[in-house]
């Protein structure tokens, strides 16, 4: 199969990054986005997320004529969805509290994409889904496009072929890992996966390895869920060694040196569009037997406010004047050397600690240009070498670079809850 005219819908973290990589190879790549400012920004051989590299691939992308960005899909060879896959937070939407998947991103890209279609394309879904998702996506297509014919209908005879390949990279490294790392491929027919396997040879170095869509959806909740329980190994053997007065970092650097012993780092919490949401994508479908998965998930999601109830505790412990505290937070986001905010514990620690503190909140993150929507009443983001001197009270969420560079004796006299363990 030739595809040399790709459709990429969701210009984000993960559409961009791959839509740039067939551009890179000189082919035709339309990016899909709802969002005007991303499709503007684009246009202009610009980005409107921080990844390092991406940049200067964009615009070369964009100024050779390979990559265009629009808000409507156009005919081609391949589509690529990888729009977001959160999952419901309200009650209603929840069973016995466990937040259940929310498809409607992807169900919107299929309608999108459906008019344009033609015998021949191939679909891919890049987002991460719950087991099943694949189907339901070629559900949905057939009944918008009841004149073709899909692979749950006539196998590998289909009008249309579609698979499953979902990212497995990291952010700050995407431009790297999206060439180099193995790619997992889950075609509905074993044609869909060869298809697919086809596309994605353009550009990728690692392995195409093939599977059926369920278990390539599966894996990816996997992986996630495995880094789950462990992350929430290390933030609950932080509590306890709080609890019983020992210093946590020091013990894991310990406890690694056993050669078959490898604890994570403890933080604030998970946060992230992959590790925060995967689990449940699971648990939602296995509720009486995905035990281990659901516990290590709640484990990191109080782990916030074991962090916020530790910032309390020291503001106490503060001297008495009715002088207006200042508080400092520096990071916001889910992770270090990045903007991205999604499902940061960060944020929910800053956004608790306005609503519960009666003093003046001031939040630094060197890579955050501007305050998520839910900060911007309560909160001032400020440069951290402007405001440290003026602090009462540092609390360390992300581990940046930049705050790696200052030495703790930098902060003389300012109290410090570091849950990054920058200065273990």
Request: proline residues 6%; aromatic residues 6%.
């Amino acid at each position: 199969m030739k595809f040399e005219n790709i459709c990429v819908v969701g210009l984000g973290y993960i559409g961009l990054p791959t839509a740039t990589m067939f551009a890179s190879r000189r082919k035709h790549v339309v990016g899909v986005d709802i969002n005007q400012h991303a499709v503007d920004t684009i246009s202009r051989g610009e980005i409107h997320i921080v990844e390092p590299d991406l940049d200067i691939a964009v615009h070369a992308a964009v100024k050779g004529g390979y990559l265009r960005a629009t808000t409507v899909p156009e005919k081609a060879d391949a589509f690529l969805i990888a729009v977001p896959t959160p999952f419901r937070k309200d009650d209603a939407d929840t069973c016995d509290g466990v937040p259940t998947p929310d498809l409607s991103y992807i169900q919107a890209a299929v309608r999108s994409i459906a008019p344009v279609l033609e015998k021949g394309n191939l679909i891919i879904l890049e987002s991460t889904s719950p087991v099943g998702a694949t189907e339901r996506m070629a559900a949905w297509l057939a009944d918008e496009r009841p004149d073709l014919t899909f692979p749950q209908q006539v196998g590998d005879q289909a009008d249309i072929l579609i698979a499953h390949c979902p990212e497995r990279v990291l952010p700050g490294r995407v431009m790297l890992e999206l060439i180099d790392n193995d790619r997992i491929i889950g075609g509905m027919t074993p044609r869909c996966a060869t298809a697919a396997c086809q596309l994605y040879k353009e550009f990728v170095r690692g392995a195409c390895l093939l599977t059926d869509a369920r278990t390539a959806e599966m894996a990816k909740l996997t992986e996630n869920a495995f880094r789950d329980v462990n992350i929430a190994f290390a933030n609950e053997l932080s509590m306890i060694c709080e609890a019983e007065g020992i210093n946590v970092w020091e013990l894991i650097e310990l406890a690694n040196r056993h050669p078959r012993v490898n604890i994570l780092q403890p933080g604030p919490g998970v946060g992230g569009h992959c590790i925060a949401v995967d689990p449940w994508f699971i648990v939602s479908r296995n509720p009486d037997t995905a035990r281990l998965i659901s516990t290590a998930r709640r484990v990191n999601d109080l782990k916030p406010g074991w962090v916020l109830g530790k910032i309390v505790e020291e503001l106490s412990a503060l001297d008495g004047s009715d002088r207006r505290k200042k508080v400092g937070f520096y990071g916001l986001a889910f992770k270090a050397d990045i903007d991205d905010t999604r499902e940061s514990p960060a944020v929910k620690i800053v956004q608790e600690a306005a609503r519960l503190l009666s003093a003046d909140i001031l939040v630094m993150d060197p890579y955050v240009k501007e305050l998520p929507a839910s900060l911007i009443p309560v909160c001032d983001l400020v440069e951290f070498e402007k405001v440290r001197g003026e602090l009462d009270l540092l609390v360390v969420l992300v581990d940046h670079k930049p705050i790696k560079a200052w030495a703790s004796d930098n902060l003389p006299g300012i109290p410090v809850i570091d849950t990054r363990g920058v200065w273990k």
